[in-house]
Nanobody, 125 residues
Framework: QLQLVESGGGLVQSGGSLRLSCAAS????????IGWFRQAPGKEREGVSC?????????NYADSVKGRFTISRDKAKNTVYLQMNSLKPEDTAIYYC?????????????????WGQGTQVTVSS
């Protein structure tokens, strides 16, 4: 059964860091693009970052997180990570990882199919 499970969320002060994990079961993450999206209360879900398939795959970031967030994949652990540094209160949201429909990553929700259940990130000021 194909499943994505996010973890690593929590409460952190402004300027702090968190690392989110997206672990896959039932399939190999390395063969697909993986994306991170987030949804804040009262707002629409937005793209945060994505990484294309295979080692050395291209990455994309939303302008709001460029220079602060880094996406990476660990093939051996079948996991994709989102390292979030210099967190701001406006980063507060539920973060979801999603499986891309294609191998090349485009930060567009319609390019992603299966979604995880999400992990809450709260940044206090």
């Amino acid at each position: 059964q194909l499943q994505l499970v996010e973890s690593g969320g929590g409460l952190v002060q402004s300027g702090g860091s968190l690392r989110l994990s997206c672990a896959a079961s039932g399939f190999t993450l390395d063969y697909s693009a993986i994306g991170w999206f987030r949804q804040a209360p009262g707002k629409e879900r937005e793209g945060v970052s994505c990484i294309s398939a295979f080692s050395g795959g291209s990455t994309n970031y939303a302008d709001s997180v460029k220079g602060r967030f880094t996406i990476s994949r660990d093939k051996a652990k079948n996991t994709v990570y989102l390292q979030m540094n210099s967190l701001k209160p406006e980063d507060t949201a539920i973060y979801y990882c999603a499986l891309g429909l294609y191998s090349v990553c485009v930060l567009r929700q319609s390019d992603f199919g299966s979604w995880g259940q999400g992990t809450q990130v709260t940044v206090s000021s």
